[in-house]
């Protein structure tokens, strides 16, 4: 693989919380230099990469890329919805370079031979890196834990029954018990199932007009509290997929105060729709949370700003057209959000709600600490995992030129700014604008 050089960049550097003029070698799959200073490398780097092989980024941001947990790529059993292939090529438009999928897929990931199976797809279909999750009980049922070790051999870089809850304390315990002894990470929906069961809004006056059955947010509370129980009982290594209330903020405070290993992800929808976005039962915008308050927005928001919300993920969730264009208690929960998840996050850039070092610590350098990665880092002898990318390039997304075999996106039409222009994975390029 020949080096690449990049020049005249402005490079974001999360783990140094700070944006500066520079110049990148990659060679041989990792970052070989950083040349600090505006304008051409210096001649000694040049010299190191051919011509043509010299990009010259006119100022434009050079960040690592992004380590999306929670993907959902519907191999095997619904590839109508999603594949790897297409899944890989709108993650590498969208400057994605880490895919961590989810296990919910039909049938489930809950053995070592479907494990196997989708790391062999992923690595033949998919251009980034594809790091799969493996359910924690057999068939996401909730009864019989899965061979934790076995996947963990196999692969499986975390454990998670995604947004089934399950119900029974005593399997959950016992599953976290044994995942201790191993060193797994479980990945948890803090959500108190019987409460959330059926919701498809947040409770409040908005949901009483609509008409449409809801939740309150203290079922994320709840759901919280009883999963930080259980990391006290047990010491597991421990994530939230997704905080999406102001009220389940303090329980998250406390846990990390009393020095759990615990982490919590919130989702790109969460930090930028709320509630009233659904207006006349807009089916696009039905995720999993529901959308919430616009008070909890702004705390979600905050809380990434300081450090409490360490992850932000797509939750990239495809559905067909078929399950969306339904009454809006019958569609399907989800969205898309590989491709659109650069641009969507890059309104609270613009908004001055978030810095870019801030933006990229939750997008790449944090969930690469969690999974023990080296990614996620601007430094010399990391992996050449980066994006280049305009900020302020405007655009309005149109949902059916997205790369995704499916389309719903609640961005669709969307003033947005912000483009992916070019991604490297292991130092070779797998897109460019």
């Known amino acids: 693989m020949r080096p690449v050089l990049i020049e005249n960049a402005r490079l974001i550097d999360p783990e140094g919380d700070r944006v500066f003029a520079a110049s990148v070698l990659m060679e041989k799959g990792v970052i070989a230099e950083i040349a600090e200073g505006d304008g051409p490398a210096p001649e000694g780097l040049r010299d190191r990469a051919p011509a043509e092989a010299r990009i010259d980024a006119n100022g434009r941001f ?3 890329g992004i380590v999306d947990i929670g993907v959902k790529v519907c191999e095997p059993g619904e590839r109508h919805k999603e594949s790897y292939k297409t899944a890989g090529a709108a993650a590498a438009a969208g400057g994605v370079t880490t895919m961590v999928t989810r296990p919910d897929t039909d049938p489930v990931i809950d053995t070592p031979e479907a494990l196997e199976f989708i790391r062999r797809r992923a690595q033949e279909a ?39 809850v399950i119900r029974d304390t005593r399997v959950l315990g016992r599953a976290m018990t044994y995942a201790r002894s191993l060193g797994a990470l479980v990945i948890g929906h803090p959500q108190e ?11 409040g006056k908005f949901a009483s007009l609509r008409g449409l059955p809801a939740v309150s947010p203290m079922a994320e509370r709840m759901g919280l509290d009883r999963d930080i129980a259980l990391i006290e009982m047990t010491g597991v290594r421990y994530h939230a997929d997704q905080i999406t209330t102001a009220r389940a903020l303090p329980a998250l405070e406390r846990a990390k105060a009393n020095g759990f290993d615990v982490t919590a992800g919130t989702s790109m929808h969460h930090l930028t729709l709320n509630e009233l976005d659904v207006a006349d039962y807009r089916t696009f915008f039905k995720v999993k949370p529901p959308l919430r308050a616009e008070e909890d927005r702004q705390a979600v928001i905050e809380a990434v700003r300081s450090g409490l919300i360490d992850v932000i993920s797509s939750m990239h969730t495809p559905q067909d057209e078929e399950s969306k264009r339904l009454p809006f208690e019958e569609a399907a929960s989800g969205a898309v959000g590989l491709e659109t998840l650069l641009p969507v996050l890059l309104r609270l850039y613009h908004s001055g709600d978030l810095d870019l070092p801030t933006l990229f610590r939750a997008l790449s350098l944090n969930p690469s600490r969690r999974l023990a990665l080296e990614t996620g880092r601007m430094a010399r002898g990391a992996p050449a995992d980066l994006m280049l990318f305009d900020a302020d390039k405007p655009l309005i997304l149109d949902r059916f ?18 483009r992916v222009l070019a991604t490297f994975v292991g130092g070779k390029q797998v897109f460019a604008a």
């Open 62 to 64: 050079l960040a690592p």
């Open 126 to 164: 998919a251009p980034v890196r594809v790091l799969p999750m493996a359910a924690l009980t057999k068939g996401r049922a909730g009864s019989e834990m899965t061979e934790i070790g076995f996947l963990m051999d196999a692969g499986a870089v975390a454990f998670t029954d995604c947004d089934r």
């Open 193 to 203: 199932p019987g409460l959330s069961a059926g919701a498809a809004a947040t409770s």
């Open 401 to 418: 030129k997205l790369r995704s075999k499916s389309k719903n996106t609640p961005f669709d039409n969307a003033r947005l700014q912000g």
